[in-house]
């Protein structure tokens, strides 16, 4: 007797990007981190080009996780590399083709997110879709750079859901426009702060006073500490936090989280992983303990053009780049968007349960409520 299972699997383009109903976004409750206006998604595909592809895996009561790509343009990746550069905060994870980015300060394939389990499968299939391209016929060496955060909480992470198929999908249907947030994606099954996390997104852009430039940030939110939203305590005055008394020693704030920084200021490696560091650094905003069992990682990448270095290349060739005394602004650009993409993680995540366990959505009503009480004027 064959066992058949169903899988219902949702393939979200960023262009279809309505929130749950009843959620909002961060700036829909006045929260507005900083001082730089967003672009007008509020997305990271502000960042002209990029394009973000989500496969969300939701099977009976256990399968709860998924994919979601980020593409930094709409070429040929492999052939026209874009410079990148990675910072580890707390390196509890795997972030698979780190040390090649490290190395040569260029990213050569779509950035995915997944789950931990996940990073083998999604490596296969980013590779399979890398050689699958027009022009890479004779490539034989590819450098997938996929990072993962543990959705074991809440999926049935053994059962190894996700599969290289669900990867070239992923990517396939990437777009720009509005990124869908929340329980999607690489964060289906991911908690943050003990309630439900997932995929959140936000931007900024720079005054043409400091280039008007843009940056973008994604976050995959599955990391503790104490929640703090707009300088107010929430999850203390909730009663929900890391290391409360008389609740298990398992409470510590562990988790982790990936974030995907993307801009179109001419940076080069050294700047990006300047870059990258403030977005990991951005999460103490938000209460972070960066905890020993917390996997937090940043991934920078700059779309400028003249940056772009082909494969095969070993001619010299001009480049732009911004000094170091101007990039001050991006840091305080990615500091703003990283706290603001974290809240609309949260914000925007619905409650879940499943026979691996259960988590509620952050209480907006709540919060509102904390916010209005508590918040400097």
């Not at 704030?253 to 560091?277: H, K, N, W």
Request: hydrophobic share 40%; proline share 6%; glycine share 12%.
């Amino acid at each position: 007797m064959r066992l058949v299972v169903c899988v219902c699997v949702a393939v979200s383009t960023a262009v279809v990007a309505a929130q749950p109903p009843g959620r909002p976004r961060a700036r829909d409750l006045g929260i507005a981190p900083g001082v730089f206006d967003p672009g007008p998604l509020n997305a990271i595909t502000d960042v002209a080009g990029v394009r973000v592809g989500q496969v969300t895996l939701r099977e009976g009561r256990r399968i709860r996780t998924g994919v979601t790509a980020v593409v930094p343009h709409g070429g040929n990746l492999f052939q026209q590399k874009v410079p990148g550069a990675v910072f580890v905060g707390n390196a509890f994870g795997k972030l698979a083709g780190s040390t090649q980015v490290q190395e040569l300060g260029t990213i050569e394939t779509p950035v995915v997110l997944t789950n931990t389990l996940a990073v083998g499968a999604v490596v296969e299939g980013v590779v399979q879709w890398t050689l699958a391209q027009p022009g890479n016929e004779q490539v034989r060496s590819v450098n997938p750079l996929v990072g993962e955060t543990n959705d074991g909480g809440l999926n049935d992470i053994r059962a190894l859901a996700v599969r290289p198929e669900h990867v070239r999908r992923a990517i396939a249907s990437a777009a720009g426009g509005a990124v869908e947030e929340g329980s999607v994606g690489a964060g289906t099954g991911t908690r943050a702060f003990a309630w439900k996390g997932g995929i959140g997104t936000s931007s900024r852009r720079l005054p043409d006073a400091y280039g008007g430039y843009t940056v973008g940030i994604l976050v995959q939110s599955n990391y503790g500490g104490v929640l703090t939203i707009d300088g107010v305590p929430v999850g203390r005055l909730l009663g929900q936090y890391a290391y409360q008394p008389r609740r298990p020693a398992a409470e510590r704030g562990d988790g982790s989280c990936m974030i995907v920084v993307a801009t179109d200021a001419p940076l080069d490696a050294r700047d990006l992983e300047r870059l990258a560091a403030r977005a990991v650094f951005g999460l103490a905003r938000t209460g972070s303990s960066y905890s020993n069992g917390s996997g937090d990682y940043a991934v920078a990448f700059s779309t400028h053009p003249s940056l772009r270095v082909t494969f095969g290349a070993d001619a010299p060739s001009p480049r732009t780049l911004l000094p170091t005394d101007g990039v001050s602004p991006l840091f305080q650009a990615v500091l703003e968007a990283t706290e603001e993409a974290v809240y609309n993680s949260l914000f925007t995540a619905t409650s879940e349960s499943t026979d691996i366990g259960t988590v509620d959505a952050l209480p907006v009503d709540r919060v509102r409520d904390l916010l209005t009480r508590y918040r400097p004027r």
